[in-house]
């Protein structure tokens, strides 16, 4: 079996990310993206240590799908998941952006253009692995995100849209990966 006959592993994580119900939920799901090789989420940790519960019973989950699917046996991930604590509004609205951006950012490996382009927004207009479209008013994954709890934090823009494209240039953005 080679890569292609494998569907996108961090694509498919997205059917393991249930709604939780309100008495037993470990986070909140603000945003997310899911990338052919790798996930960003931004989490809101309703209970001590809820990232890790949740982050643990995703790995275990999908990892059984993933290889009762392929018939195959052993672990998919490598380490463990990388976080940063978010302390402040911008930085809070940067890391969304940089979630929602992050397919045109692999898309342009080279990163040397500045700027949004209209065939940008198309291309997250398009793609259907990320929390964008809800930020833009489209309710897509409405089962699995709680923005709502943002709210206590930031004022979200009300054309994000808009708001995204006039905002950012791909150096601000990159400076928010966390080193691997």
């Known amino acids: ?3 292609a006959d ?3 592993p961090s694509r498919n994580l997205s059917l393991h990310l249930r709604p939780q119900t309100v ?3 470990l986070t909140n799901i603000c945003a997310f993206c899911m990338m052919p090789n790798h996930f960003h989420l931004l989490l809101y940790e309703c209970t001590p240590g809820g990232i890790s519960k949740l982050l643990q019973r995703l790995g275990t989950a999908f990892t059984m799908y993933f290889n009762e699917k392929y018939e195959r046996s052993g672990a998919l991930f490598q380490g463990g998941f990388k976080s940063r604590l978010i302390e402040d509004e911008v930085y809070l609205m940067q890391v969304i952006d940089y979630i929602h951006l992050n397919p045109i950012q692999h898309k342009e490996m080279d ?4 700027g949004l382009f209209k065939s940008d927004l198309q291309f997250l207009d398009d793609y259907p692995w990320s929390s964008y ?3 833009c008013g489209e309710e897509t994954y409405s089962n699995i995100l709680q ?3 943002l709210n206590e934090y930031l004022e979200m823009p009300k054309d994000y849209k808009a708001w995204l494209q ?3 240039d791909f150096e601000d953005i990159r400076s928010l990966a966390i080193d691997m």
């Open 166 to 168: 006039g905002q950012h």
């Open 147 to 149: 923005r709502d709890v």
């Open 6 to 8: 494998i569907e996108s």
């Open 111 to 114: 990163g040397s253009k500045k």
């Open 23 to 25: 008495s037993k939920r």
């Open 1 to 3: 079996m080679n890569d």
């Open 133 to 135: 479209k809800d930020y």
